[in-house]
Structure formats: structure tokens, C-alpha cells
């Protein structure tokens, strides 16, 4: 259990009768809040939520909306005036998270939405504050997108995405070796993003499904498709949990974070996983902090690992099954 949701459970007597809205949860176990109707929003599929959409949708009979942290201040904002733009009236909403993990910029940016913001309680090095939630117009991802150019693509993506805005210097290495390798035939895009990858394989020739754990990545990665018309198809899941059958080609810039937290074992999992997923001599290619120890978990999980290239960041490798 996450610690801002062992505070929000030290509010029992504050939330018994509530029917709640959970939003952007990133615990399944706020779903046993001591309410007396818990709705959970995300956008991480691995939570389980009722509702795993970029946006969440506000029940009719709404008395209270929990909103942990998010990681990133622009999804804050993104989820701040789609509520408001789904009320008529004032509602109570609360904003929890870690004491040190940004909560006090979040206090800011919750004050321009809602009235009367106020710290509820503080323990378990998180805090949780109450504000009422004014109405505000409606939003849709479209008001909100940022268009960036990738050669002959137009790649979207929305508050929230990883690299939102802008092409990174691994996915953009990443690129550049594939295009040179000319990649053909079934291809999946794991962890998909905006779906910049995904369209560029797309628009190769390939035969591509992308994939992603966000709700969000994964209308932005359609989004692209469809500004580029392009053919693809784009699904959630947890690492290989959306996909079926085997690919050619297996690509992927895996993430370094779990939240707010450095870990590798998502990429260690998706490198012993992968080979299962390819047909026979098929290709994995991943890109990766040249720092990151994945040699030795694709040593033992391929015949043969190259680095096709590198800058003195990024490493892209390529492993045959």
C-alpha cells in the first residue's frame, strides 16, 4: 500500500458516506477506501481501474474527488480543468501525495482551480489538502496537444506522455539505426508513447502494433497514426499482456522510471520476455542510457546482442533471437 494511501485511510471518518472518484490512481488498493462508493480513474492500466481513459469521466452521484500527485505538473493541470469542466457546481476535491515529491507545486496549481485550499492532515511523509473545485469550461486532448515534426511525420502527443512536446535523443538514435536497417514485416512498438516509433515503422512498411501501460500514450500514439494516415493498430496492456502472436521486429525504448522511482526490473522483464514474442531470427531493438547494465540480461536471453550505435548517452542494441 502506497504511504499517501495509508494517510487517506487516517480520514476515515471524513470519508464515511462518501461516493468517491478516484482520479489518476496509482494504488489498486484505494479502490477499499472506507467510502461508501469508491470509482477508480486511471491512466496506468496495471491498477485496475473501472475507468482507464486519459481523462476521467464524473459519476452523476460524485460527492468527493481524491486526486494523488501525478509525477508531472502538465498532467496535473490536464486533469485539474478536465474536472472543472465536467461540474456545474463547486466540488470538494483533495490533492495527495509525498511531502517531497512536489505536492507543494501542486498546492499552487490547485489553487487556481479551487477555492478555499486547506492541508487536511500529514503523515507518513505525504500530506493531503481540501479544496472546493470550481466549474470551468469543458476540455478535450485536442485543445491540448503539441504537434512535432520527425522528418516526414507529424508526431502528437498530449500533457503527460513520456518526451511530451518534443523527440528525445534516445528515441531520435533509435530512429535513425532503423531506418538504416529498413526493417520489414510484423513489427510491435512496446511502450509505445506517443506513437512516434509506431509511425515510422508504419510508414517503412511494416505491419506494426504498438503498445502501452498509459490510456493516454495510447490515444496520442492513435492520434499520429491517423494525422499521418497511417495503418496500425494500438492497444494497453502490462508489457506483452495486450499483444498475441509473434513479430519480426521488436522495438522498444523502455522507461527508467516507476513513477516517481528509478527502477530497471520493467526492462529486465521486457528483455527475458521478448525473445517468446519473436519469431525465429527475429530482431529486438532497444535504446537505453549507455550507463544501464542490460548487456549481461541480453546476453542471456539472445544468441547474439550488437550496439549498432551510440552516442556518449545512448546505446541502441540489436539482439537475434
Known sequence: MENSTRLLWRQ????????????????P??????????????????????????????????????????????????LLRGLAGSVEEPLEVWLV???KGGIRG????????????????????????????????????????????VDDLDVISYPGVFSHGRLDEGTALLLQALAEAAPRGKALDMGCGCGVITAALAHAGCNVTGTDVSATAVAAAC??????????KVVGGDLYGGVEGRYQTLVTNPPFHDGRDRTMSITRRLIEQ???????????????NRELPYVQWLDAAFRHVQVVSETNRFRVYRALR
Open 12 to 27: 476515515e471518518e471524513s470519508l464515511a458516506g462518501r461516493r468517491v472518484l478516484v482520479v489518476d490512481a496509482n494504488d
Open 97 to 99: 501525495g509525498p511531502a
Open 274 to 288: 521478448a525473445p517468446r514474442h519473436l519469431e525465429e531470427h527475429g530482431e529486438f531493438w532497444m535504446v537505453a
Open 223 to 232: 492520434s499520429t497514426l491517423n494525422r499521418n494516415h497511417l495503418q496500425g
Open 106 to 149: 501542486g498546492v499552487t496549481r490547485l489553487s487556481r482551480h479551487a477555492d478555499a485550499v486547506t492541508l487536511v492532515d500529514s503523515a507518513r511523509h505525504c500530506k493531503v489538502y481540501r479544496g472546493a473545485l470550481r466549474p470551468g469550461p469543458a476540455l478535450s486532448l485536442e485543445q491540448v496537444e503539441s504537434v512535432v515534426r
Open 29 to 78: 488498493e484505494l479502490a477499499d477506501l472506507p467510502a461508501e462508493q469508491v470509482y477508480l480513474h486511471a491512466d496506468d492500466y496495471t491498477v485496475g481501474a473501472h475507468q482507464w481513459a486519459p481523462l476521467p469521466t464524473l459519476p452523476e452521484d460524485t460527492d468527493l474527488v481524491i486526486l494523488p500527485l501525478p509525477k508531472s505538473s502538465e498532467r496535473l493541470e490536464l
